[in-house]
């Protein structure tokens, strides 16, 4: 074993003080659940990310960032409250919807939803105003806060299934750029048509793909929007496949291939949302057990169960919490040794280690195995190092 981080002066710890059990986990939770402290405790998972982002660029915030929203299926396995089999994943499943910034990987918000919902439900309430219909109350809308912490402008990505008209509309009258793609439909099967023609000539063995800037306005839009037609030609394939994407940004502010390249990215927030639900595993495995007694007396009525459903949804956002810390680590290590570091690499090369605590007096030392010493040596001087600037 070998001493490396050093000691600090502390509280002494009573012996007695053992590991938490089972039943004292699950108080906590349901402690968190409660309204004020559910959304303290989401309010403090973008913090977090903003305090890092800030900490690694000298206190200040970053001039715009993306905002990426997506919905992630996360299985459980039991009768979890509002928890519904889903037949697209073929599983039992919560299907939360989680906002992460694009560029960085850093995760913003995540709001638990039941199993069986649409895509893009409550991406409304998550991007613009926030307005819950749950008890946790009203909470800020993800760009005003990300905006007011940790970048000046931020822009919306979002996948097929949520560009709804309201969305649109909305993001617009507040002045946030946005690109999405948009479902198949009928008329855009028509506008695509005049264009899903080869050229002429023997067809190379490489794939092949045009861009076409449009015009678009569905039945439900108040007005036509700029939209992108992408056709893509495939050595292997009869015919030519296309998709289609919405967005505010003029040609003026970014060329059609710009925003096709822009949309790709999306990829990254794919795999840190991949690595989320891999590297932490969010075990959402609350459920409502009817309880002879709560904090030490009978419960008098029905209200005073559990909200299982709330206490899965403070579990998936510690999970996020521990997203942040390992990101800004993995950040860390990725600058100080110059290779590329996984979440999962970081656990199994750096955090998975054995430790001993020594309590003297009133300091602590944490004593930490030798194969490891030299991960943590490159590590922890760079987070001393960053500027850690209050809210």
Known sequence: MSTFIGTSPCTPLDGSHGLASQPTLSRFTAIMAEPGNLKALRDGVLELAARGLRAENGGRRLPRVTLDVDSIPIEVHGHQPKSEWNGHYNARIYHPLVTSIAETGDMLDARLRPGNVGTAEGARDVILD??????????????????????????????????????????????????????????????????????????????????????????????????????????????????????????????????????????????????LKDVLAPALSSTNRPKSHWRGRKPRSASDAVDAFASNEVRLLISLIAYQVMHIARRAMARATGTGWSLRRLRERVLRAGARLVISARRMTLALSSSVTPFWSLLWPRINRMHWAGP
């Not at 909305?170 to 009928?186: F, K, M, S, T």
């Not at 008329?187 to 899903?196: Q, S, T």
């Not at 569905?218 to 992408?230: G, Q, S």
């Not at 292997?236 to 003029?250: A, G, P, Q, W």
């Open 130 to 275: 926030g307005e819950r219909q749950r008890a946790t109350g009203p909470s800020a809308a993800a760009n005003d806060r990300a905006q007011g912490g940790l970048c000046k402008v931020a822009m919306v990505r979002m996948d097929a299934g949520f560009p709804s008209a309201a969305l649109l509309a909305g993001l617009e009258a507040r002045g946030i750029d946005y690109v999405a793609r948009l479902r198949a439909n009928p008329a855009l099967d028509r506008l695509a048509a005049p264009y899903m023609k080869r050229p002429r000539g023997r067809r190379p063995h490489k794939p092949r793909m045009w861009t076409h800037g449009l015009q678009y306005r569905a039945n439900c839009w108040d007005k036509p929007r700029r939209v992108i037609l992408v056709v893509k030609e495939r050595p292997d394939d009869l015919l030519l496949d296309r998709f289609f994407l919405v967005t505010s940004l003029t040609w003026r502010q970014m060329v059609k291939s710009e925003v096709l390249a822009h949309y790709r990215e999306r990829g990254k927030a794919e795999g840190h949302m991949g690595e």
